[in-house]
């Protein structure tokens, strides 16, 4: 079993940054593709980033994000991290992040573990 807690969402003004933290239990993280979700209001969950296992050399990003964010990982810390640069408000919503033991994907229902969310809000 996993849990997941995100954590660093607020509210930036547009242009601004923001990183957001994901902490992981267990002994298994090392072993554990992360990813990153969104989810505006009304709207579906959207793919935002992913990263492979073990040293995270491969990632993956959704094209609205490409560019502006990055996602990272510190297996010694069990915590997956996304930096999220010159932020616009449609990047508003309540951001999820999720593991899965397999291969990074952009596929939300490959991903059998999920955090509460972190709301990050861009004003305008």
């Known amino acids: 079993q996993v849990q997941l807690v995100e954590s660093g969402g607020g509210l930036v003004q547009a242009g601004g940054s923001l990183r957001l933290s994901c902490a992981a239990s267990g002994r298994t993280f090392s072993r554990s593709a992360m990813a990153w979700f969104r989810q505006a209001p009304g709207k579906e969950r959207d793919f935002v980033a992913s990263?492979?296992?073990?040293?995270?050399?491969?990632?993956y990003y959704g094209d609205s994000v490409k560019g502006r964010f990055t996602i990272s990982r510190d297996n010694a810390k069990n915590t997956v991290y996304l930096q999220m640069m010159s932020l616009k408000p449609e990047d508003t919503a309540v951001y999820y992040c999720a593991a899965r033991y397999g291969v990074a994907t952009g596929t939300r229902n490959d991903y059998d573990y999920w955090g509460q969310g972190t709301q990050v809000t861009v004003s305008s």
């Open positions: 990263i492979s296992k073990w040293n995270g050399d491969t990632t």
